[in-house]
């Protein structure tokens, strides 16, 4: 088979793979991040805020499962972030971070901020939190106060 049938083939492939986010799509996720975040959202980050972290997987879970649309994509990166802080107390430092490497496909179409999340910050926070794993020097994490989840007005 030729080279260039190959590589188109693998292309195609790999295509299929890759989240690529539409116009459509992206403007049903500013539209749906511009909502309140829902009441089961809402008692996840008070839980994933108090360090209740498998409490609040199974929070947003639910919600996520319940959610059709783009901004489902919110819930599955807290609860991810919420699952990799949960085995980071329990010096799970491999578990945690297979979960913040995975969140960051769930981050990367949410704007920074989505139902009243600061994701940007969410997303900050956990970039740190995967590098000081990553830098092999897990007593630069403070395992006792890992960061939470900050909400502030929609509107920006």
Sequence with gaps: MPLNVLETRLLAFVGDLVRQPDAARRDEMDCQCGQPLPPRG???????NAGEYYAQHDLFEAQWVAEPGPV??????????G????????????GALKMLRRSVQWFADLPDVCQGVDVRQLREDAARVRAALEGGDP??????????VRLVDSGG
Excluded: K, M
Aim: aromatic share 10%.
């Design 42 to 48: 809402v008692e996840g980050v008070a839980r994933f």
């Design 139 to 148: 007593a630069a994490l403070d395992r006792a106060r890992l960061p939470g």
């Design 72 to 81: 489902r994509d919110l819930y599955r990166a807290i609860l991810q972030v």
């Design 83 to 94: 699952v990799a802080y949960y085995h980071v107390t329990r010096g799970n430092d491999r």
